[in-house]
């Protein structure tokens, strides 16, 4: 028996080990999938759909070759859709075998634009002659393939998918086969053994031959079975096969077929416009370039990445320290480490992201950016950055994977309007109480507010020569507003405080200090002073619906615009 055993283990060893030595071997597959394509001219813009980059399983790499810059990036497709917009380029496509490339030329106007650092790629590589990159097929990726924009792309591209092969089945039947032979080693061992031990094998002596035996046949008649017996038995099969009959059908699958239900067709929600890694790189970028600028004061090095009320209160803050060297300068944009980001769930333009940085020590107050882009083919500019109230908590929104929706500035679904909250606010702070939006704002948490409404009061009582006029507007028609998880909106907005005193005689004059008087070159004036700052807020609105939630202020930056003499 154990020599049986030995045999069957031997033989099931040998078929294991050559199934496992052929899966590493013949039946292994090729390293890689490739599709290539040489020309002697080509587009200057060459486009390679997300489905070309899935005709294979894997990530692919793209090489690029024949001409003298080579320039690759990955993005959504619809993004390099947009970027490319009307101009003239070529774009792949595979053929219905898998095995060769297909270029469409697609006409329009020429291309004056490069593509090189453009906010809408996820990844991008330039290089001398030849150049390659590997690109992920996740989040609709499609692939760009330039040179400067305007030159003739490289002529010959090649796309390499790598194919991983999982080790486990062949290693397991390696593995099996050799456990198993040793285990007919160890059977036919023990086997010998034994019969080493018995002194070979016994066989069986032969019985001596007996005589047969006879044996009754059964003493039932072969005839048929008559009478009432007979009857009762047909009696009984009659039911019988019956109910078989019936189980048999009862078995069957039914014929009425089941008409599947309808299912409606949801609209698929807009893409996230940006994902981490453009974040951190957009970041990046503005911090060095403010940076840079913050070094020479200068402000049109501003200009390739910020705007609005950033640029308008850096650009009167670097006047000022060119005109004082005791002027501090204003806090820098920090790159990282990234505590909060919130990019815009859309597919159009302008598109927005909200992000949190918080600078190193614990005197910085974290710091709120917004940047917007406004065209596929501008960059994203920095236009609000504010820094965050000691304590205040920003509502929940949702992940940034996601992307939250961009609110219109005159949402009706808000408690209220973006584009209406600076004069909202600006008339509770002038009036406090006795204001119809007081009750709509959230002011006993609010600082700011406090401060300013309590220093328009006090300013006005001490001032008995002059008279003080103070005005609160909307500044800028860029209300941006993304939504939170409740309905609500984050909103950032830009609102003037204007200050108008003027002397109530001739015998009086109007003092000023501190960065007034160095901004105006002067100690006041006679005929009066109009100053006007800015401020940038970042406000939570509620949704309409949430009657018990108020209008709450999460964060401000106030700056110097502007210091006149009255004429």
Not at 229 to 252: D, K, N, Y
Not at 292 to 318: F, Q
Not at 348 to 355: I, L, S
Request: proline share 7%.
């Amino acid at each position: 028996m154990r020599f049986l055993i030995a045999a069957a283990l031997f033989v099931t060893s040998v078929f294991l080990l050559l199934f496992g030595l052929a899966q590493k071997t013949i039946w292994s597959p090729p390293e890689s999938y490739s599709l290539s394509i040489s020309r002697d001219e080509s587009s200057p813009i060459l486009v390679i759909p997300h489905g070309v980059l899935t005709t294979h399983p894997g990530a692919p790499t793209i090489k690029a070759s024949g001409s003298d810059r080579v320039f690759i990036a990955t993005g959504r497709q619809s993004d390099i859709e947009a970027w490319v917009g009307g101009v003239v380029h070529e774009e792949f496509a595979v053929d219905a075998k898998k095995t060769s490339i297909i270029v469409t030329p697609i006409d329009g106007k020429a291309n004056y634009g490069s593509p090189l650092g453009s906010d809408l790629w996820r990844s991008e590589v330039m290089a001398d002659f030849e150049g390659s990159l590997k690109v992920s097929t996740k989040l609709d990726n499609a692939v760009l393939i330039a040179s400067d924009g305007v030159s003739p792309a490289a002529s010959r591209i090649e796309l390499v998918w790598p194919i991983v092969v999982d080790p486990f089945w062949s290693n397991f039947l390696l593995i099996s086969g050799a456990v198993l032979l040793a285990g007919a080693f160890i059977f036919n061992t023990l086997a010998y053994q034994n019969m080493r031990r018995h002194r070979g094998p016994r066989r069986r002596t032969p019985s001596a031959p007996k005589p047969p035996k006879y044996r009754f046949k059964s003493a039932k008649p072969s005839a048929p079975v008559r009478g009432r017996r007979a009857a009762g038995r047909a009696a009984i099969a009659a039911p019988a096969s019956m109910v078989v009959l019936a189980l048999l059908t009862g078995c069957s699958a039914p014929s009425s077929q089941v008409s599947p239900s309808p299912s409606s067709s949801v609209d698929a929600a807009p893409p996230a416009s940006l994902t981490a890694g453009q974040i951190e790189r957009i970041v990046a970028q503005v911090s060095k370039v403010v940076t840079e600028a913050d070094t020479v004061k200068d402000a049109s090095a501003l200009e390739s990445r910020v705007t609005g009320p950033s640029l308008a209160l850096r650009t009167t803050h670097y006047l000022i320290q060119k005109k004082s060297k005791k002027v501090e300068a204003m806090p820098s944009i920090a790159a990282k480490p990234l505590t909060f980001s919130l990019p815009a769930a859309t597919s159009e333009w302008p598109r927005t992201v909200m992000v949190v940085t918080d600078q190193p020590g614990e005197t910085e107050l974290p710091q709120l950016l917004v940047l917007q882009q406004q065209t596929p083919r501008s960059q994203y500019l920095l236009w609000y950055n504010i820094r965050l109230m000691p304590g205040a908590e920003v509502p929940e929104v949702v992940s940034p994977g996601v992307g939250a929706t961009p609110v219109d500035s005159d949402s009706l679904f808000l408690k209220l309007q973006p584009l209406q909250i600076p004069d909202a606010y600006g008339d509770v702070i002038n009036k406090g109480a006795a204001s119809l939006s007081y009750s709509l704002f959230d002011t006993d948490n609010d600082e700011f507010y406090k401060q300013v409404s309590q220093s328009q009061i006090t300013q006005a009582e001490k001032l008995k020569t002059a008279k003080m006029v103070f005005a609160h507007a909307l500044a800028e028609n860029n209300a941006i507003s993304l939504s939170t998880t409740d309905a609500g909106a984050l909103v950032a907005v830009y609102m003037t405080d204007t200050t108008t005193i003027k002397p109530k005689d001739r015998s009086s004059a109007v003092a000023v200090s501190g960065l007034e008087k160095i901004l105006l070159g002067a100690d006041g004036s006679t005929t009066g002073v109009r100053t006007i700052y800015g401020d940038m807020l970042l406000f939570y609105v509620p949704a309409l619906s949430e009657a018990d939630k108020a209008v709450r202020l999460l964060g401000v930056s106030q700056g110097l615009i502007s210091v006149r003499a009255l004429s």
